[in-house]
T-cell receptor
Framework: AQRVTQPEKLLSVFKGAPVELKCNYS??????LFWYVQYSRQRLQLLLR??SRESIKGFTADLNKGETSFHLKKPFAQEEDSAMYYC???????????FGKGTRLHILP | KAGVTQTPRYLIKTRGQQVTLSCSPI?????VSWYQQTPGQGLQFLFE???????NKGNFPGRFSGRQFSNSRSEMNVSTLELGDSALYLC?????????????FGPGTRLTVL
């Protein structure tokens, strides 16, 4: 069964410290993985996807097929990174998208 | 370019009633997906419409239904409302639905069932 697991509901990190938001998935095939972000009082928006291998707002995520993980990382946290982060999976180009339950990132001053 | 709009933004209904929510996608977008967001379950996929046809469906009971019009606007209907249907309902649009990274979300409709 398709499943996305974000083990942390809340992650508090000091400003300037490294950030890692964990995401593990279960899928029997080649999934597409995404990270979505929702800032306070804003709409859910795409942050990045694994196939583009890009860095957005300093965040990167590497797909590890062996560990079935897609952790989101940033070397130095900023206060504006405080938000709700969702890991998501899509099994194929016209398949539905499955979201994890989200991790709230709180950057401490 | 105008973003995805959803109406109404807030709704209060009582158990047993039915409700219709509306979503207007970004101009040119042909795919519309619907999601239910609750504190306990997070974001759950309801269904996706493309060119007036339901292409994908999540694991929700038949009380949840939808449709899409020729102008790509979509409606979602929930019949015989239950307390557990209280949630934020989000819709998202994309050009073709073939690449989920192109999804743009609306602000949501907050439904409260009393």
């Amino acid at each position: 069964a398709q499943r996305v697991t974000q083990p942390e509901k809340l992650l508090s990190v000091f400003k300037g410290a490294p950030v890692e938001l964990k995401c593990n998935y279960s899928y029997s095939g080649s999934p597409e993985l995404f990270w979505y972000v929702q800032y306070s009082r804003q709409r859910l928006q795409l942050l990045l996807r694994h196939i583009s291998r890009e860095s957005i707002k300093g965040f990167t995520a590497d797909l590890n097929k062996g560990e079935t993980s897609f952790h989101l990382k940033k070397p130095f946290a900023q206060e504006e990174d405080s938000a709700m982060y969702y890991c998501a999976l899509s099994g194929s180009r016209d398949d539905k998208i499955i979201f994890g339950k989200g991790t709230r990132l709180h950057i401490l001053p | 370019k105008a973003g995805v709009t959803q109406t109404p933004r807030y709704l209060i209904k009582t158990r047993g009633q039915q409700v219709t929510l509306s979503c207007s996608p970004i101009s040119g977008h042909r795919s519309v997906s619907w999601y239910q967001q609750t504190p306990g379950q997070g974001l759950q996929f309801l269904f996706e419409y493309f060119s007036e046809t339901q292409r994908n469906k999540g694991n929700f009971p038949g009380r949840f239904s939808g449709r899409q019009f020729s102008n790509s606007r979509s409606e979602m209907n929930v019949s015989t409302l239950e307390l557990g249907d209280s949630a934020l309902y989000l819709c998202a649009s994309s050009l073709s639905g073939l690449e989920y990274n192109e999804q743009f979300f609306g602000p949501g409709t907050r439904l409260t069932v009393l």
